[in-house]
């Protein structure tokens, strides 16, 4: 793995599942670099998180533990403001050597709504954006100009090779096509859980162990 990279993955990962892992191993594999989880403590373009954030970065804990190129960076989980994509990677530069690539991992969900982000168009002063692919989004360029024509100009003038995303430390966007797409979804499995229906499959065992142990996503027991 280099070092000569800085590679983040963020997400609140409410529960983390395999296809999350599946997404970082093809980004590690695919760039040659050491990829960080960064679990959010509270993201303004999400919906509030269901499992408290110490619960969620232990259950990315868990899920790499023994992986190879894989970490857990608890940066955003110390911040008592909202946290946005911006702030992080503006620490992060202000970490690394001016010349050191900085890839950002988003899904082509979150790629779909990054012109909603806060100061979205400033992310690409700081870093690379690299999108993985997910069911139901298509990672063709040509598709965004339905969405919003600034993404898909921005889309458009930034879009490179994956295998030249390193050569230069911030300013492009490669695609990251994940044949077929996961279909795991935070969102099901906790449908899943609090439904009593199977969902432990699509969890690393040792976070499904801890989701069954903290009683996490269950509806209360009624009186």
Known sequence: MTMHAWVGYGGTFDPIHCGHLAVARAVRDALGADV????????????????????????????VAGERGLHVDRRELARDEPSYSIDTLREVRAEVRDATPIVWVVGA?????????????????????????????SLDPAGFAEIDAGLADAIGRRLQPLDTLLDAPSGALALLPMEPPRTESSTDIRRRIADGEPWMSQVPPPVAAYIDRHRLYARPVSA
């Open 36 to 63: 960080q989880l960064v679990p959010a403590a509270d993201p303004p373009h999400k919906d509030a998180t269901h499992a408290d954030a110490s619960h969620r970065a232990r259950m990315v804990e868990l899920a």
């Open 109 to 137: 969900d979150s790629l779909a709504q990054l012109h909603r982000w806060h100061r979205w168009r400033e992310l690409f002063d700081l870093a690379h954006l690299l999108a993985a692919g997910r069911p139901g989004f």
